[in-house]
């Protein structure tokens, strides 16, 4: 088993797919996707950055060596001050107060993906903590390269996003991580490869969610209302 992270993939193909052909990816491809659904994203996205910069900072607590430390910490400085920086960017240039984004409701799935992160993280081994990290780390770089392959699209701020996520920074921290998942999966009882693959898909549906989410702006589910009994 040296190579589990590209088994795992191959046998969620069918959802990665469904990202893929996802009419906001698409949208964001070709520059068509509207102004109101990207700043929904935008907004919904800093919130699970932040959650994601807690989750680096417990991975890196975890971490076993020093090198692994190291690594999270550089994927904490790097949410932190470049994708984020890249959402603070974005705001100023669709007028959107600088504080707004921090203090944006947390939509359903972005609480529930967070969530999820967090109770893993907390909870979980760093092969967990590699596992449900995965789809979003290695994912996005996925996303930024089909998308930079068939060209960029005259839109600023949607060629900014493939750039950073077709980066070579963002593809070298990718690697890393399903290197080192791969380094623990050979090592790992077939139980625990199972429950990083349960992890793992957990996450992907997330990914999902996430994007569906932002095409409807969507903060709950139709017929509830988050406002529904508050004092």
């Known amino acids: 088993m040296n190579n589990f992270y590209s088994e795992m993939r191959l046998n969620t193909d069918t959802l990665w797919e469904s990202v893929f052909n996802h009419p906001f990816v698409k949208g964001i491809g070709d520059g068509t996707l509207s102004n109101d659904r990207y700043t929904f994203f935008l907004k919904q996205d800093y919130l699970y950055l932040i959650g994601l910069s807690r989750f680096y900072s417990v991975g890196c607590a975890k971490s076993p060596t020093i090198d692994e ?29 600088l504080n707004d984004p921090e203090n944006t409701e947390s939509a359903m799935f972005t609480a529930a993906y967070v969530n999820l992160l967090l109770k893993t993280a907390y909870e979980g081994s760093i092969g967990d903590i590699l596992a449900v990290h995965l789809p979003c780390a290695a ?14 699209p005259e839109n600023k701020h949607y060629r900014d996003w493939i750039n950073t996520y077709s980066s070579q920074e963002f593809e070298d921290y990718a690697m890393w991580l399903i290197n080192r998942f791969n380094y623990y999966a050979e090592q790992a009882s077939a139980s625990k490869r199972s429950k990083w693959f349960d992890l793992y898909k957990s996450s992907l549906k997330f990914e999902y969610c996430f994007f569906d989410m932002s095409w409807r702006k969507e903060f709950w589910p139709n017929g509830l209302s988050s406002q529904q009994g508050n004092i």
């Open 139 to 152: 994912g996005f770089v996925e996303i930024g390269k089909l998308l930079k392959s068939k060209g960029l």
């Open 69 to 97: 430390m190291k690594y999270f910490a550089s994927l904490l400085h790097t949410t932190l001050h470049v994708e984020m920086d890249l959402h603070r960017r974005t705001c100023t240039d669709f007028g959107i107060d």
